[in-house]
């Protein structure tokens, strides 16, 4: 093997905007343009924060590029004091340079604004075949492009005079070979600028997409009502268990935190539905932070305080966090002179005291707020008590058996050997002696044998969470690969499923009719995907057996199976006007599956070209009658009402007694 050199000449140095176009994803995403297209937003976004800017525009265009347009006070474009080059230059061209840095001294542009942790606009030229910069300032219209990734700088030029109009347009084309994909998510894009005019009330945002024949769609947004609005407008069609409390509060002279640091916040509890978005410094952190802990402390605080004011704990039950805040709706916007984020597209706040200045801008006032609505404080004490008593309860919950990390499966399972999935079939066999004859019987390539012992519990009402206290249920569910779920769930809870046909084999009796009732109540209550997907069947095994004699050479002897009187009567008709006499047939019943020779219980119940297997189907999903039927026959506390259905039904029923 060659030896590599290492010395003084192994070292490189990047400058400029280098490091940035040679390691992209240490600067930026670099899934989709989006973030440098953001970078530019962010800069409009912070001259309407700061009370200059009362219009936001983007421009998509067709060729792929960009136009965001500000009516701010527009990029200085003077030569810097110390650099001597062009501001504008500097903000697009130079790393960790911009108005936000010289904020101890007063003499910051920005108060607040997205943080120092990124690296700017700088990354946008640096990733992009071309910026174009417009700035309208001091009545003169300046222009100065950027191209090649900023290493081609143009010369800055003034274009005309613009009277009194002042702000910035940027044209931003992308370098797709930074990106996975060279296009921009409409919808991430429509949700940040949607954002943005929710941060600023009264600001109004328009988005407009270049369609192939030339016209333009145009999206605009615009928020008065702030927070509030837009938590409605994100929970719509959810039935609030309690309004939106919304407010903000921001430090003053006299307060612990810098002048001007502060929260604004809407929340809520809706029926079935939790949504959160934050932000700080209009920067949306899609990951949280800081400031979504102290949110939750706050309101955490604020909800036990008042829950034991008003004695209303149960005894036994302790409150957690997350049992008042892990429903709870919100959109929560944060003021921090300088913020600190975890990574350079800013997804998460670090800052350790954004915790402390959310928690205690929020504590009072909602306290305050809880007490003055004593109504809506008791529907949010009794959502956090319930959650709390059902994590209690959840603690119970038994797990599956596992070693190494792996559910291990039922030694007393025999297994097939295949592993085609479509092909292999799992039959669950009422008792040891006949799981012993279904193991001889059986196709070992593709057919698996899981003996049960006598009759499954009734299912239908235990706690999914318990579900696994019960060894055949167990040994079942590890058995077929798939965890206990709801019929909501995806079809991705079948992903692990080791069996296309799970196939319910029990005697041809009632005691069997009773067992295949309690499987098939275990699947439609806590396996329900399987049944809807077609995964689940029930054998057919014969009642009786018919022998008939040989009828000369031509007609050997011959055997029949009935599943019950009627198919018996049938048969023995058939074979009376084929000229036997009836003392010939030699008509014997089957106690049960053990009785059964392996090859008989092959060819009536396990060759599929001899078996007799009825698939179990739901037409449109598992509706009302079917739950309703359910809870009648199998809940506990039926007992009265299902008396009432066997007398009114007893006399349709054909029991084999």
């Known amino acids: 093997m060659s030896q590599k050199q290492y010395d003084?000449?192994?070292?490189?140095?990047?400058?400029?905007?280098?490091?940035?176009?040679?390691?992209?994803?240490?600067?930026?995403?670099?899934?989709?343009?989006?973030?440098?297209?953001?970078?530019?937003?962010?800069?409009?976004?912070?001259?309407?924060?700061?009370?200059?800017?009362?219009?936001?525009?983007?421009?998509?265009?067709?060729?792929?590029?960009?136009?965001?347009?500000?009516?701010?006070?527009?990029?200085?474009?003077g030569p810097h004091p110390v650099e001597k080059v062009p501001v504008v230059v500097l903000a697009y061209t130079v790393l960790h340079a911009g108005g936000k840095f010289d904020k101890k001294s007063g003499n910051s542009a920005y108060a607040f604004s997205g943080g120092l942790h990124g690296v700017g606009v700088a990354v946008t030229t640096a990733l992009s075949q071309r910026v174009e910069v417009e700035v309208r300032r001091e009545g003169q219209v300046h222009q100065i492009a950027f191209a090649d990734g900023g290493r081609d700088i143009g010369k800055l030029v003034e274009a005309g005079s613009c009277g009194r109009q002042t702000g910035t347009r940027v044209r931003v084309w992308p370098d797709g070979k930074y990106f996975d994909s060279p296009k921009v998510p409409m919808n991430e894009l429509?949700?940040?600028?949607?954002?943005?005019?929710?941060?600023?009330?009264?600001?109004?945002?328009?988005?407009?997409?270049?369609?192939?024949?030339?016209?333009l769609v145009k999206q605009e947004w615009r928020y008065q009502d702030g927070l509030p609005g837009y938590l409605r407008e994100m929970a719509s069609g959810a039935e609030p268990i309690t309004p939106i409390y919304a407010s903000e509060k921001y430090a003053g002279e006299d307060e612990d935190f810098a002048v001007g640091e502060g929260?604004?916040?809407?929340?809520?509890?809706?029926?079935?539905?939790?949504?959160?978005?934050?932000?700080?410094?209009?920067?949306?952190?899609?990951?949280?932070?800081?400031?979504?802990?102290?949110?939750?402390?706050?309101?955490?605080?604020?909800?036990?305080?008042?829950?034991?004011?008003?004695?209303?704990?149960p005894k036994g039950v302790k409150l957690q966090q997350e049992d008042v805040c892990g429903k709870m709706s919100y959109v929560l916007?944060?003021?921090?002179l300088d913020p600190q984020f975890q990574g350079q597209v800013k997804e998460k706040l670090n800052s350790r005291e954004a915790v402390k200045l959310v928690s205690t801008m929020l504590l009072h006032p909602f306290e305050a707020w809880l007490n003055q609505n004593v109504e809506f404080g008791k529907a949010i004490a009794e959502l956090a008590i319930k959650q709390a008593q059902s994590r209690l309860k959840d603690a119970q919950k038994v797990e599956k058996k596992k070693s190494s990390g792996v559910a291990v499966l039922?030694?007393?399972?025999?297994?097939?050997?295949?592993?085609?999935?479509?092909?292999?079939?799992?039959?669950?066999?009422?008792?040891?002696?006949?799981?012993?004859?279904?193991?001889?019987?059986?196709?070992?390539?593709?057919?698996?044998?899981?003996?049960?012992?006598?009759?499954?519990?009734?299912?239908?009402?235990?706690?999914?969470?318990?579900?696994?206290?019960?060894?055949?249920?167990?040994?079942?569910?590890?058995?077929?690969?798939?965890?206990?779920?709801?019929?909501?769930?995806?079809?991705?809870?079948?992903?692990?499923?080791?069996y296309g046909k799970i196939i319910i084999m029990a005697d041809a009796d009632v005691d069997g009719s009773h067992i295949q009732t309690l499987l098939l109540t275990l699947f439609l209550r806590h396996f329900p995907r399987l049944v809807a997907k077609g995964h689940v069947?029930?054998?057919?095994?014969?009642?009786?057996?018919?022998?008939?004699?040989?009828?000369?050479?031509?007609?050997?002897?011959?055997r029949f199976y009935a599943l019950d009187e009627g198919e018996r009567a049938s048969i023995r008709d058939r074979l009376i006007k084929e000229g036997f006499r009836e003392e010939q047939l030699e008509i014997g019943r089957f106690k049960g599956l053990g009785e059964m020779q392996p090859a008989q219980l092959k060819e009536t119940a396990m060759d599929p070209a001899t078996r007799r297997v009825l698939p179990v189907t739901i037409d449109q999903g598992i509706d009302a009658r079917t739950l309703a039927l359910f809870d009648l026959l199998m809940g506990k506390g039926e007992a009265s009402s299902r008396r009432a259905w066997m007398e009114a039904k007893g006399n349709l029923v054909e029991a084999d007694l």
């Open 8 to 77: 003084e000449s192994s070292f490189r140095v990047l400058k400029g905007l280098e490091p940035v176009r040679e390691r992209p994803g240490m600067y930026t995403r670099t899934d989709s343009p989006c973030h440098i297209i953001q970078e530019v937003i962010d800069n409009a976004a912070d001259e309407a924060l700061a009370g200059f800017a009362k219009n936001i525009h983007v421009l998509v265009l067709r060729d792929g590029s960009f136009t965001v347009t500000d009516d701010g006070r527009g990029i200085p474009v």
């Open 190 to 215: 429509e949700r940040l600028l949607r954002s943005k005019a929710v941060l600023l009330p009264g600001v109004r945002v328009i988005l407009e997409v270049e369609q192939a024949d030339g016209s």
């Open 333 to 336: 916007s944060a003021r921090i």
């Open 263 to 313: 929260v604004a916040w809407a929340f809520g509890w809706f029926d079935g539905i939790q949504l959160g978005e934050s932000y700080v410094n209009l920067i949306p952190t899609v990951a949280g932070g800081t400031h979504e802990s102290g949110l939750r402390s706050g309101v955490f605080e604020a909800v036990k305080s008042f829950i034991e004011h008003h004695s209303l704990l």
């Open 410 to 498: 039922p030694g007393k399972l025999a297994d097939c050997e295949s592993e085609n999935i479509a092909d292999n079939e799992l039959y669950l066999v009422e008792g040891d002696s006949a799981g012993g004859s279904a193991k001889l019987a059986r196709e070992r390539e593709t057919q698996a044998i899981l003996p049960l012992r006598g009759k499954v519990q009734n299912a239908w009402e235990i706690d999914p969470n318990r579900l696994f206290a019960n060894a055949e249920i167990h040994d079942i569910s590890v058995a077929i690969g798939v965890d206990p779920h709801t019929p909501e769930a995806s079809d991705s809870v079948l992903d692990h499923l080791r």
């Open 537 to 558: 069947f029930i054998a057919l095994p014969p009642l009786f057996r018919i022998d008939v004699p040989a009828q000369g050479k031509k007609r050997p002897a011959r």
